[in-house]
Structure formats: structure tokens, C-alpha cells
């Protein structure tokens, strides 16, 4: 009994200690995981033109798994300046320059906080895995689009492409010049230069939610996933890039009878197409 309870202490011990860093891990993730969110959106603004996290190489390196190849210090030394460290004969940056055909990757200037969530981002990434970790695509700048892009915003918005959770193609509404040539509906505003009047900053949430009277009642319970908003979001970005002077949208918004019906009776199809789909 004795050798029971001497030997039983240490055990019951080595069972607690554990625990207590485990309960402190437990109550710092909302921190952890907030800087790597913001980690997230610096890496897509600022670094994701030309790098991946476990994606593969692009114009630099694939940086799943950075911290864990190279140490901080160094790191910290090199994103603030790569040419300072390549022109100082650093033999990684020589190595590296020369892998990526003489790019120099430009200087960053980055806060310390900044830098910290990216770092907290990347672990995040690399303990996810490879290909765990795509940033949200809707994060990236709508004027970044590749012309890939562009197009597939340009399919979706004029229903060649149907959207993932069906809802109605946005030309049922919206015109945007250029869009063919019977053009689009008139019920909701031209869109030509909403990107342009609206900003990234405003156009952004304005796809994620697609609210208001009439985008709310058909896009709650479908509403459009991050690629769609993305690509959606670059081909109107990319229409508010024409050079010619915005047409008045305001007087096709208010119609006459005619639009009215035409885009009532829009709106009765839309509507019944997801019990009419049940049935085919
Ligand atoms: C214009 C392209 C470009 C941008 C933007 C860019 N990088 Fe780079 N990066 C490179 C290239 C190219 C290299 C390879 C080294 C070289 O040639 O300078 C590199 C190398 C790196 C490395 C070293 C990787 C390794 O394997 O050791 C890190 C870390 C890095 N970049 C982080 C960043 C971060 C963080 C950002 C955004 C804040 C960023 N880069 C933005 C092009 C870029
Ligand atoms: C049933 C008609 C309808 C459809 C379909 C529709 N919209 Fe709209 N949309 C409107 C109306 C009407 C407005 C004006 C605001 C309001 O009353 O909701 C609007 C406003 C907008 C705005 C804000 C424009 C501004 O200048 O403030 C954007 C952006 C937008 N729609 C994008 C889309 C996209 C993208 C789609 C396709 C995924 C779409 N809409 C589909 C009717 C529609």
C-alpha cells in the first residue's frame, strides 16, 4: 500500500502537468487566430501575386513550411529587405535569386504586428498541410484578375455559366455595357461603373451578402460562393475600367410599364424554377 502511494504521486502529477500548457493553448487561439486572419488578408493584398502557401512555386517560392526551413531572424531580415541580403552576398538570397531567374523580390515594409500575423498565418498554413491553406479567394483585389478571371465573372454574370447554389443570373437585372446586344435587364442599376462608384471596399461585402429588397429574397438561400464573388467582383471591376463616361444609370432604373411587367414576370420564373426543378 505504501509503495502504492509513493509511486502514485508522481504519477498523478506527470498526468497534471500536461494539462495546465494544454488549458493555456486552449484560451489563446482566438488571439492566434485572429493575427493569422489578418495574416491572411496582408498575404492575399500584398504577397499572393507571387507566392502560394503550399500551392507550389510561382514567381517566388512556395512558402509552406518557411518558418520551419528557415529561422525567423533571418526571415525578418529578408522580407523587410531581400536586396539588402542578396547584395550583402547572403548565400540563401544569392541561392534563391538564382532559382527564381534573377527576380528580386521588392523591399516590404511591414509592421511588426503585421509581420507577426503573417508568420502566424504561415504556421497556421503548415500545420494545415499543403493546399490547406488557400487564402479566401474573395480577399483578392478585384483589379488582380487574371483575364481567365475576368471571363468566368463575365459567364456568370450573363448566365452561360450557372452559379453554384442556382440562383438567378445577374443580366435577368443588371446591365453592364458591353454585355451583347440586346444587353441586360433594367429592373436593378447598370453596373458598368459600380465598381468604380462602389470601390473594393464596398464591392466586396456587396457580393457576399447581395442584399436589398429584391438581390435579398433571391440570393439568401443562394447565395454566391468566395470564387463566383470573386470572379464576379473582377469582371465588373474590369467593365468600370472603360474609358468612356458613365451613362445615366439612374434613368433605366426607373422604368416604364413595360420593363415592369417584363421584370415582374422575370421574377415569377425565378421563383418557380426550384419547385419546377424538384419535378424534372
Ligand atoms: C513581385 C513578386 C514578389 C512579391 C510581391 C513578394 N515576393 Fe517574396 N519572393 C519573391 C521572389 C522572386 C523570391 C525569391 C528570392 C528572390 O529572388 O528575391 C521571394 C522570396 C521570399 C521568401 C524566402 C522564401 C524561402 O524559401 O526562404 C519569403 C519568406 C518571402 N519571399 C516572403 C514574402 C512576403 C511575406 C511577401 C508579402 C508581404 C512577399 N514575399 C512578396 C517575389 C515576391
Ligand atoms: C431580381 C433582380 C436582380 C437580380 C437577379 C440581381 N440584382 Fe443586383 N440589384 C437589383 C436591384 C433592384 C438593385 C438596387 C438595390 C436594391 O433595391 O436592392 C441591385 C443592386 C445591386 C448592386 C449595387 C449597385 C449600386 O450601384 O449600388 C450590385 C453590386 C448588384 N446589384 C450586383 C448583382 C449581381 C452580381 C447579381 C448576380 C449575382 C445581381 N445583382 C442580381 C436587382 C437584382
Redesign the pocket.
Known amino acids: 500500500m505504501r509503495t502504492r502511494v509513493l509511486g502514485g504521486w508522481p504519477r498523478q502529477e506527470r498526468t497534471l502537468v500536461p494539462i495546465i500548457p494544454l488549458l493555456a493553448m486552449l484560451a489563446a487561439p482566438s488571439a492566434l487566430a485572429q493575427a493569422s486572419g489578418q495574416g491572411a488578408q496582408l498575404f492575399t493584398q500584398r504577397c499572393a501575386t507571387c507566392h502560394s502557401v503550399g500551392e507550389g512555386d510561382r514567381i517566388g517560392p512556395d512558402l509552406h513550411g518557411v518558418l520551419e526551413r528557415r529561422d525567423e531572424a533571418w526571415l525578418t531580415r529578408f522580407i523587410k529587405s531581400p536586396g539588402a541580403l542578396i547584395d550583402a552576398g547572403d548565400p540563401v538570397a544569392g541561392e534563391l535569386l538564382a532559382k527564381f531567374n534573377g527576380v528580386r523580390m521588392p523591399d516590404q515594409s511591414l509592421s511588426d504586428a503585421e509581420r507577426a500575423s503573417l508568420f502566424a498565418f504561415f504556421r497556421e498554413c503548415t500545420q494545415k498541410g499543403k493546399g490547406g491553406c488557400k487564402p479566401s479567394p474573395a480577399e483578392k483585389m478585384g483589379t488582380d484578375a487574371t483575364p481567365e478571371e475576368i471571363a468566368r465573372g463575365r459567364r456568370?454574370?450573363d448566365g452561360t455559366e450557372p452559379?453554384t447554389h442556382g440562383?438567378?443570373?445577374?443580366?435577368?437585372?443588371?446591365d453592364v455595357r458591353g454585355l451583347g446586344i440586346a444587353g441586360g435587364?433594367t429592373?436593378?442599376?447598370n453596373?458598368t461603373f459600380?465598381f468604380a462608384?462602389?470601390g473594393e471596399k464596398?464591392?466586396r461585402p456587396?457580393?457576399a451578402k447581395?442584399?436589398?429588397?429584391?438581390?435579398?429574397a433571391?440570393?439568401a438561400k443562394a447565395p454566391?460562393v468566395e470564387e463566383?464573388q470573386y470572379a464576379?467582383k473582377a469582371y465588373?471591376a474590369d467593365a468600370s475600367r472603360d474609358g468612356s463616361r458613365p451613362r445615366a444609370?439612374r434613368d433605366f432604373?426607373y422604368l416604364g410599364v413595360v420593363g415592369l411587367v417584363a421584370?415582374l414576370g422575370?421574377?415569377g420564373v425565378?421563383f418557380t424554377t426550384p419547385s419546377e426543378r424538384g419535378h424534372s
Open positions: 456568370l454574370f452559379l440562383g438567378a443570373a445577374c443580366i435577368g437585372c443588371h435587364g429592373l436593378g442599376p453596373l459600380a462608384r462602389m464596398g464591392m456587396a457580393l447581395l442584399e436589398g429588397p429584391m438581390m435579398g433571391l440570393y454566391l463566383e464576379l465588373l444609370d432604373f421584370a422575370f421574377i425565378v
